[in-house]
């Protein structure tokens, strides 16, 4: 029987960088994951994913997103990969749409740079966007697109390089308590630790000591469009944009395939699948012919059917917020799941919070309202 100080169970891009970070204080770490490294099955994948820093979500995250983009750059240091091209980031909408608002709130709040620009600016400034005459844009230099896949390979990289035990294709089937930590059952064998990180993303409900947890998972499904002028949807002219349209919404990524740019459409809704295994892998004819008339509606440099699709689980909790500290009524257990939607750009500083929380039970990051417990104690 083996045996380790701290589990991770799951290594997408949650448990990768809680790898990296305990690893990087000299932990002993050793992680699980059912599948590959970068897989596309869970929520950590799809080529692009949107960093910015003027936070429509609440503006308690801001420090948490500075703090983030340092670890960024961290990473790509540490490992030699590109991570992260700042691109900069729009959010378009009518000026009285509640994203808008919230997030020139959050810009002027924190004091952070910003542009607002009137729909004409928009027009000359990025003609990649269709804009009505009552829209605005509101500009966050501070933002850019990542690469999911690099980003978890990075992460898992860097820990085992400060000497972590990586165990893909190991499906944990039980976590079960012993009198001085838990007991780890994959693949026929048992593994013993004194802490367990349990960052299973949507398979929360799967793992018998997060069942009570409030994980719903969810179909998010991306769109590629084939750029008819390409230059002009490199990430040196089309930011990363957050598109609110009272015909459509999605979230837009620059190209970084060489051909194609990509949406995630937000106003068709993420529906509720019962099981992340059950993950379909194509998108319905309505969600595409609904896909195809935001694009042309919106998008006047794209063809209007989309050459790719992918689709993806992920976990919501009931307010959007993830759940991140102790598993409420057990010790040594550090849950981190059910981000909703937007865990990715915060993955760095995530890590470096489950860290501080398995090594010292506390961490000087403002997490109250990612609480477990807010949950089991309502
Ligand atoms: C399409 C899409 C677009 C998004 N866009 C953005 C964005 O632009 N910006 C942003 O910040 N966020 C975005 N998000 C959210 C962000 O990507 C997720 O919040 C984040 O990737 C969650 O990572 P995770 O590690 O919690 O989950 P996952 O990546 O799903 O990882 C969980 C891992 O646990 C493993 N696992 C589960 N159960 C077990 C078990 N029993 N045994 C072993 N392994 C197990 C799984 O195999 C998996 O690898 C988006 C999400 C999606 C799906």
Redesign the pocket.
Known sequence: MATSRIAI?????????TAWQLTRRGAEVLT????S?G?D??????E?????TIYKEGPGYVPLLQRSSGLWRDLERTTGSDLLTMCGGLTIGRADHPDVQAVRRCAEGHGLDHEVLDANRTRERFPQHAVDDDEVAVFDPAAGV?R?ELA?QAALHAAEASGATLLPH????K?AKTARGWRIT?NGKDFDADHVVF??????S??EPLRGLPVEV?L???CWWAARDHAAHLPDRLP?TIRRHREAGF?C?PSLDGASIKT?PHHLGFPVLGD?DSLPRNASPEFTRAASAAAARLLPGVVPHPIRI??????FTPDEH?LLGALPGLRNATV????????????PVFGEIGADLVLTGGTAHDIDHLDPSRFTNA
Do not use: C, N, Q
């Open positions: 169970i799951g290594t997408g891009v949650i448990g990768a960088m699980f994951d059912a599948h490294p897989h099955r869970g929520a950590s994948a799809g692009s994913r949107i960093f910015r990542l999911p978890v190991h499906p944990v089937r976590v994959s960052a299973p993303g949507p398979w929360a799967r793992l969810r998010i499904t991306a990363i979230s990524f995630v992340p992918g689709t993806y689980a992920e976990g993830a981190m799941t059910g981000f909703s939607g937007h865990g990715f750009k915060l993955a």
